[in-house]
């Protein structure tokens, strides 16, 4: 029951803090713990770990969304291809007047 990530099995680090008389103070830097229920199971994870699982999961629906053949996906943007006419420069019409 200490604290360690349940997935990836990080634990705590071990570091010192130098006061200005360079005195050394060990200290203990825990992980960031979250207790997380995962497919029915109460586990206590890592942050890091949170995020990967939640990538996962996205990943997984955009597969699935690019895998169904009837599904049309809408773009909100038109394409700029839509007029034919191209506008001349400044510089042209100016040489054009001439």
Known sequence: MGKRCDLCG???????SRS????????????????KNIDGIKLKVCTSCI?????IERER???KLVAKPGK????????AAVS??????PAKKKASKK
């Open 10 to 16: 990080r634990s705590a680090t071990a570091g010192a």
């Open 20 to 35: 200005h008389s360079k005195i050394k103070t060990l200290k203990r830097q825990n992980i960031n713990l979250q207790s």
């Open 51 to 55: 995020r990967t699982i939640a990538k």
């Open 61 to 63: 629906e955009a597969k």
């Open 72 to 79: 049309k996906v809408k773009s909100g943007k038109k394409s």
């Open 84 to 89: 034919s006419k191209k506008k001349a420069s």
